[in-house]
């Protein structure tokens, strides 16, 4: 066997013991199965593990301690055994196996993907280690366990990685004979001794978050922003996620990696905040100011005197920035200005100067527009992984080297080891089997040339569980005897020596893993982000305070192009909805009122338009008014169009009037438009029609005659009026005299009806008549639109 086959030494080794046991196995084994006319074994490892039955119990091992013996410990398994077939399990019994020295990775990855006992390559129990007996075990049922043993009885001969196995051996109902029925396996790094070049081991420790603030800010003069949801406080609360990574990573040597939105978003947080209700409507104050307030202050405590690296604001997707979203013009200027907020933000949060010239790809895959994204903001590193940037060699390099044309430097990531953590760490054995693989990679990496010192760099995932993070951090306290690792910070690792054959080459587009390729941001997500931002400039030059909108708007499509999307399609594209329905309401609060048709009476007049402005500052536009017929209205003298500024105040309206001439009577189309100062439409054009109704020059002299007829036709009749009145007057004068009153009362009766005296060319008058009754003429109203000048 090739585990055997590396065994040293003169002693009663574990392989000897293993090769004893297995051939035992090999042989007992078939002879017992023809006795009970069982199945032959045959040569297929599959088939090998089915007939031992070695499936039917599961094993699971919880705690391994210590995790990195030396001489003198004693080492403690715990762990549970599961009945999972429908037999009951009899007279069983509890083993370890300590396997043969491992000289490779690759043999550490072969026997991490084993699941069932393996006669060939599984070593035969431990002689003198303690058994634990388990008389009966029914079907589903479990059984806990411990075992202890000291280093000295593990048979480890000399420095190395080894396997160690947890079986459990006995027989089922209806196969009386010694089996293994189930085990699992682990592996114990043995390095008792400091090795003479340690590898040097950088561990990126990251502070990433998803987006969870909006573009929409409170109305006061403070901005108050407002957050989509309150899911962050979960994560700063004691216990939750972001809570852990700090509180586990002020007692680790890492480099700390983080988002600056994150910061700012908890920054808000810790300044009062506001939060959207179900409905998006209303917006209700943050009740988590002081859950904030804690976790800046324990991270401030805990980066003091460590290096930190900042990503660009909101961790943009550089992949899917160069694959979907560099043709979309403008899209490589939201890189930049990620870049450029970057440094500002941690300097004022956390009061210390981060290193900002890291790029750091999704999974660390790149290839040839990915680095060239990647660098085009300022960067001059980046984060590859060794599954992507691949070396063909035996050993493991270092993990800085040029790249390219040599302008980059690649920090590649080992794959293996910045994957270790990755799926469940909730169940103890998930997490302790992790560990175990991890400080056995580890040793092994400087085991492959321990006269050459290298630098190893891992870069977990983006955003760790709260079991992801405390996996991590077990596995780097089993590290801290630094037998054969130290730490290095990340700025230590870019500027490491680079061996001159590990691969400088850029991977190919084609080598890119469609599984990342399919959960990249769609190009629409890009053109959405364009639109957005056009608006915003078209929106920011009309207003007195325009940074009042553009750092909020701004942030918001930094947050639209973040990695932490990927795979959330359907958030992604609300969360860019809202931000521009947002953007679109406030756009609307500048408008022109709209306007009813007019009817214009005389050569010229002003037209008002009415611009109203809801905003809470000030804003200043051109309002420019254009007649459909300038022949028929003309504006600004002989134009068919006029423009004047307007400045509206937060919260009013401005009316604009506009001087008209016309020339022809008809119906006018009229178009309102605001442009900004630089001559850009704002806004949607309001159309209105006007109704000239020219009054020409005859009919003004028609109009005048008429008049002066009233006139003439007034004096008169006053005239006629002044006269019957000094007539009657003269006749009740008369008949006071006594002479005349007798002789009128004799006067025949006919005589009243006789025709009245006439004077001259005066109507006939009537002396005994009353006051002339014009009533007539005066109770008649005037005619419509008459005017009487006096």
Do not use: C
Not at 95 to 119: C, E, K, N, W, Y
Not at 252 to 261: A, C, F
Not at 302 to 317: M, Q, S, Y
């Amino acid at each position: 066997m090739a585990e055997a086959a590396d065994i040293q030494g003169t002693g009663p080794s574990p392989a000897r013991r293993w090769l004893r046991r297995t051939i035992t196995v090999a042989f007992g084994a078939p002879l017992l199965a023809g006795l009970l006319q069982a199945p032959a074994v045959t040569s297929p490892a599959a088939a090998a593990e089915d007939a031992t039955g070695s499936k039917t119990v599961d094993v699971s091992l919880d705690t391994l301690t210590p995790s990195a013996p030396v001489e003198g410990d004693t080492v403690r398994v715990t762990g549970t055994v599961t009945n999972r077939s429908r037999k009951t399990v009899t007279d069983a019994t509890v083993d370890l196996h300590v396997g043969p020295r491992m000289t490779s990775r690759s043999q550490i990855d072969q026997v991490a993907g084993r699941t069932g006992f393996r006669r060939d390559s599984d070593p035969a129990a431990l002689e003198d280690a303690p058994a634990i007996a388990i008389p009966r075990l029914g079907a589903g049922l479990s059984a806990e366990f411990s075992l202890s043993v000291p280093v000295s009885k593990l048979g480890l001969d000399e420095a190395g990685v080894y396997q160690l196995g947890v079986s459990l051996t006995g027989q089922t109902t209806d196969q009386r004979y010694d089996r293994v029925l189930g085990i699992e396996r682990t592996f114990v790094p043995y390095q008792p001794e400091a090795t003479e070049k340690k590898t040097q081991l950088t561990y990126l420790w990251p502070l990433i978050s998803s987006a969870h603030v909006s573009a929409e800010t409170a109305t006061d003069d403070q901005q108050t922003p407002v957050f989509e949801d309150d899911a962050l406080a979960a994560e700063l609360k004691p216990g939750g996620r972001l809570d852990q990574l700090v509180s586990l990573g002020k007692d680790l040597p890492v480099t700390w990696v983080v988002d600056p939105d994150l910061l700012a978003s908890v920054d808000a947080m810790a300044n009062g905040y506001r939060v959207k209700d179900g409905n998006g409507t209303l917006h209700v104050p943050g009740p988590n100011q002081t859950a904030a307030e804690r976790w800046l202050n324990a991270l401030e405590k805990a980066i003091e005197g460590r290096k930190v690296v900042a990503l660009p604001f909101a961790d943009p997707d550089l992949a899917s920035l160069a694959h979907r979203g560099k043709d979309v013009p403008g899209s490589l200027g939201h890189l930049q200005s990620a870049t450029a907020l970057a440094r500002g933000t941690v300097e004022t949060i956390l009061h210390v100067q981060p290193a900002t010239d890291f790029a750091w790809p999704a999974d660390g895959a790149v290839d040839p527009s990915i680095v060239a994204v990647a660098t085009s903001a300022g960067a001059d590193k980046v984060i590859a992984r060794s599954d992507s940037v691949r070396d063909d060699l035996s050993y493991t390099p270092t993990a800085a080297r040029p790249l390219g044309n040599g302008s980059t430097t690649a920090v590649v990531s080992d794959a293996l080891l910045s994957t270790a953590f990755e799926g469940d760490m909730v169940r103890a054995e998930k997490s302790t089997l992790a560990v175990q693989e991890f400080l056995a990679q580890s040793l092994a990496i400087t085991l492959e040339q321990p006269e050459v010192r290298r630098s190893i760099v891992v870069a977990p995932q983006r955003m760790p569980s709260v079991a992801q993070a405390q996996t991590m951090a077990t596995a780097l306290h089993g590290l801290s005897g630094r037998r054969w690792s130290e730490p290095v910070d990340l700025l230590a690792a870019a500027a490491a020596k680079p061996d001159p054959d590990a691969s400088t080459a850029v991977p190919g587009s084609s080598r890119y893993p469609k599984k990342l390729r399919d959960r990249e941001l769609p190009v629409q997500a890009f053109r959405d982000m364009k639109t957005t931002r056009d608006e915003l400039d078209d929106f920011k030059v009309v207003l007195t305070l325009p940074y009042r909108v553009v750092t909020p708007f701004g942030n918001a499509i930094n947050r639209e192009m973040s990695t932490s999307w990927r795979g959330q399609a359907r958030a992604a594209a609300i969360y860019r909805g809202n931000v521009l329905e947002y953007l679109q309401t406030l756009t609307k609060g500048v408008q022109l009122v709209d306007k009813s048709d007019l009817t214009l009476s005389g050569r010229s007049a002003t037209i008002p338009v009415t611009v109203q402005n809801q905003l809470l500052q000030d804003a200043h536009l051109v309002l420019r008014l254009t007649s459909g017929n300038k022949n028929r209205l003309k504006l600004n003298g002989d134009d068919g169009l006029a423009e004047l500024p307007v400045k509206i105040n937060g919260g009013h309206s401005q009316s604009v009037k506009f001087p008209v001439s016309a020339n022809v009577n008809g119906q006018v189309a009229m178009t309102a438009q605001l442009y900004t100062d630089d001559g850009t439409p704002y806004g949607q054009p309001m159309t209105f029609n006007v109704k000239v109704s020219e009054i020409t020059a005859t009919v003004m002299l028609v109009i005048a005659g008429g008049v002066l007829l009233l006139v003439l036709a007034g004096v008169r009749m006053y005239s006629q009026r002044k006269r019957r009145a000094a007539l009657n007057a003269e006749a009740e004068a008369e008949a006071a005299e006594p002479g005349t009153e007798a002789e009128d009362e004799q006067t025949d009766p006919e005589t009243e009806t006789r025709p009245a005296e006439t004077d001259g060319d005066d109507e006939p008058v009537q002396p005994s008549d009353p006051t002339p009754d014009t009533g007539p003429e005066s109770a008649d109203p005037s005619g419509a639109g008459e005017k009487v000048d006096r």
